[in-house]
Every structure is written in C-alpha cells, then in structure tokens.
C-alpha cells in the first residue's frame, strides 16, 4: 500500500481550491516550535486508517467501509484512487465513484486523503487503463537485461507521463469543483513507489542510453545543496562527485536507488507541474 518511505511521492497535495483563500485551505504552520495541520483554521489531528489496494473500486464498498471507519472512531481514510478507474477510455473521465465515496465519507463525519495510483503502485503498473497496457510501443514497458518486457510501464515513456499527468490534473480540477467548500479531501498522493522496484534496473533502449549519459547537472547540484540534510552514506557519495558537477560518473557506482531515485524524481515532478495548470496549492 502506500508508504512514507519514499518521502519524494508524497506531494500533499490541498485540495478545496476555487477562490478560497491558501490561508484557508488545509495546511502546515509552525506552532511553538512544531508543526501543525491546520483544517477550517483549526489544528487537526489526523487518526486515520488506510484501505486495500482495490477496497475503493465501486461505488457500493464506501456504503459499508466508510460506516465502519466511523464506528472505530477514526476521523481520516485514505484510499486509493485507480488511473484505470478515471480514465477508462482514453481522453473520457468518469468520477462517479470518487464522488459517491466523497458524499458518503461526508455523511459518516469522516475526511478523506486520496493516493493516486497512475502508471505505477508499488513499482507495477496493474491499476493503468488497459488501453494503456494495451499498447506496449506507445506506452513502453520497462525490461530486464536480457530484454524481456515487464509488467512495469518504463519511466522513460514520453506519453505515460504525458497521459498520466493529464489524468491527475483532471483528477484535481475535478475536486476543485466538488469540495472547494467542504474540504472532505484532506490531501493527494502523487503516484506511489515510481519506477522499478526489482533486482538491477531498467534495460529498456532509453534507460540504457541515459544510464550511460552524464549524471543531470540539476541533480547534482540539488544534492550538493542539500548534502547536510542526507543521510551519512548518501551525503559520501555527493562529496566524492563534488569535483565533476554533472559529469559521468567514475569510480565507484552509485547504489541503484540513487540513479533509480533520480528517474522517480523527474516523472513526479513533471506530473506536479502539469497538475500546477490547475488551481490548486500544494506543499
């Protein structure tokens, strides 16, 4: 399910938008010292619970988990939301289950947080429309070293993150017009673990080619600037590159989550940035 463990994914994102004001919007503020959620002006302690991979797929399943999610007397859920679910013909959105979940999750006192699963959940891509599975040369798959395709769609595939990034925007202008007001959805999940989770890495023609390419001068110098907030192990390795700022890397390899770490960081942000054509403030 989705884990803070990749702190990268997780952009929370506050929904309730329109013309709201950001100081009324859910948000962090620091407070003697310590940082507190802030919901309708208030503080708000989130006691949530977080659902199944496929517990929110119909409508019906809200009528009977949201009732008992309240009874346990949590005030939070988070629950998925399935690319494949939004979008199951490509360009035509349906939200129909969302909005019911939405206005039962209401009627049961309860807050709502969304964890978008697109083109990866947990580094596989079963929760992808099928006419996104479908087509394996337009959506790439990512490949194992001897070539074999995965049932992964590859990071490096220009239109899953083109496609995948609409999806999601749509996804937040839809909220914008349903729960400006009311603000039962407390935050969004951006994707949840981006990329390839396995043994080695992706061996698709691209991955290869960019593997063997310069490291991204960007990441470079984000990682020197922020070299003190790293671990004792990472911030190492950042001070042996120190002398080739974006240059290919020499010596010892970076561990396979560095380099993988990167290609998640680039499809999460670019999906951010579509999502920011919406009104919609985010941390």
């Given at each position: 399910m989705a884990h803070a463990s990749i702190p990268l994914l997780w952009g929370l994102i506050l929904s309730q938008l329109g013309t709201a004001l950001t100081s009324d919007l859910p948000h962090f503020q620091a407070e003697n010292g310590a940082q507190q959620f802030v919901v309708h002006g208030k503080p708000f302690l989130i006691l949530g619970g977080e659902l199944g991979n496929s517990s929110a797929g119909t409508a019906a399943q809200a009528d009977f988990i949201l009732p008992d999610m309240a009874r346990v007397h949590l005030n939070t859920v988070l629950m998925p939301v399935a690319w494949e679910q939004t979008e199951p013909a490509e360009g035509h959105f349906d939200f129909s289950v969302l909005d019911h979940w939405i206005d039962v999750a209401r009627q049961q006192n309860l807050h709502l947080v969304l964890l978008w699963f697109g083109s990866w959940k947990n580094a596989f891509s079963e929760y992808a429309p099928d006419w996104v599975k479908a087509d394996i040369k337009r959506f790439p798959r990512a490949q194992t070293a001897n070539g074999t395709p995965l049932?992964?769609?590859?990071?490096?595939?220009?239109?899953?993150?083109?496609?995948?990034?609409?999806?999601?925007?749509?996804?937040?202008?839809?909220?914008?017009?349903?729960?400006?007001?009311?603000?039962?959805?407390?935050?969004?999940?951006?994707?949840?673990?981006?990329?390839?989770?396995?043994?080695?890495?992706?061996?698709?023609?691209?991955?290869?080619?960019?593997?063997?390419?310069?490291?991204?001068?960007?990441?470079?110098?984000?990682?020197?600037?922020?070299?003190?907030?790293?671990?004792?192990?990472?911030?190492?390795?950042?001070?042996?590159?120190?002398?080739?700022?974006?240059?290919?890397?020499?010596?010892?390899?970076?561990?396979?989550?560095?380099?993988?770490?990167?290609?998640?960081?680039?499809?999460?942000?670019?999906?951010?940035?579509?999502?920011?054509?919406?009104?919609?403030?985010?941390?």
């Open positions: 049932e992964i769609l590859s990071t490096f595939g220009t239109e899953t993150l083109r496609l995948d990034s609409r999806a999601f925007a749509a996804l937040m202008s839809h909220l914008r017009e349903k729960d400006r007001e009311q603000q039962t959805v407390l935050m969004v999940q951006v994707e949840n673990e981006v990329g390839y989770l396995g043994p080695g890495r992706d061996r698709c023609p691209e991955a290869i080619r960019q593997f063997a390419g310069p490291v991204p001068r960007e990441l470079v110098q984000k990682l020197l600037a922020k070299r003190a907030e790293l671990s004792p192990y990472n911030s190492e390795l950042t001070s042996t590159r120190r002398a080739v700022p974006g240059a290919k890397c020499s010596g010892k390899p970076p561990p396979r989550s560095s380099w993988l770490g990167d290609t998640r960081a680039i499809s999460t942000r670019s999906l951010r940035r579509e999502r920011g054509n919406t009104p919609c403030p985010c941390t």
